[in-house]
T-cell receptor, first 108, second 112 residues
Framework: QKEVEQNSGPLSVPEGAIASLNCTYS??????FFWYRQYSGKSPELIMF????GDKEDGRFTAQLNKASQYVSLLIRDSQPSDSATYLC????????FGQGTELSVKP | EAQVTQNPRYLITVTGKKLTVTCSQN?????MSWYRQDPGLGLRQIYY???????DKGDVPEGYKVSRKEKRNFPLILESPSPNQTSLYFC???????????FGSGTQLSVL
């Protein structure tokens, strides 16, 4: 089993909708997670870091961590076309392994 | 400006011709890493380094070499490139292993 798994998509949502991106992980010892956003042809950039169970909000972005179920999710409210990108999750620690990423497409 | 600098940005080469992709960071980071990115496969780690003179294999190290003689530099060496190494490569660094990564701009490599 891969350490981190994401649905590669593409996930298509209309402008203004909520986009929900999910990530499951196999290592029960993982305590905290990064979410990176990567525009096509560009390098990844960090958008969220979550280290405790529950929700963390930053503007239109909310990260949710559920350690019991071993998943972490990213919600994007009021999705905009500029949110169209690939979103990668990675558990913090060690050599930093990424999921394969979920491609999000927000349609005007 | 704090940054990770990769060169070259684009590289076309032929099978078997040795090449080096350079990576340098000016943030005094201890941790550096190389990834390759292929469609549908995400970012896969090639090699990483926790500190000077300490390097370790990632998930896809075959056909690659690295060295970490100085803290700021972490070159990626392909001694005999093959077409299956055609990919988008990223160098990244962080203050310590497992922390927020800062990425270079990427190197698009084509091996003919």
């Amino acid at each position: 089993q891969k350490e981190v798994e994401q649905n590669s998509g593409p996930l298509s949502v209309p402008e203004g909708a909520i986009a929900s991106l999910n990530c499951t992980y196999s290592d029960r010892g993982s305590q905290s997670f990064f979410w990176y956003r990567q525009y096509s042809g560009k390098s990844p950039e960090l958008i969220m870091f979550i280290y405790s169970n529950g929700d963390k909000e930053d503007g239109r972005f909310t990260a949710q961590l559920n350690k019991a179920s071993q998943y972490v999710s990213l919600l994007i409210r009021d999705s905009q076309p500029s949110d169209s990108a690939t979103y990668l999750c990675a558990p913090q620690g060690g050599k930093l392994i990424f999921g394969q990423g979920t491609e999000l497409s927000v349609k005007p | 400006e704090a940054q990770v600098t990769q060169n070259p940005r684009y590289l076309i080469t032929v099978t078997g011709k040795k090449l080096t992709v350079t990576c340098s960071q000016n943030m005094n980071h201890e941790y550096m890493s190389w990834y390759r990115q292929d469609p549908g496969l995400g970012l896969r780690q090639i090699y990483y380094s926790m500190n000077v003179e300490v390097t370790d294999k990632g998930d896809v190290p075959e056909g690659y070499k690295v060295s970490r003689k100085e803290k700021r530099n972490f070159p990626l060496i392909l001694e005999s490139p093959s077409p299956n190494q055609t990919s988008l490569y990223f160098c990244a660094s962080s203050l310590q292993g497992g922390e927020k990564l800062f990425f270079g701009s990427g190197t698009q490599l084509s091996v003919l």
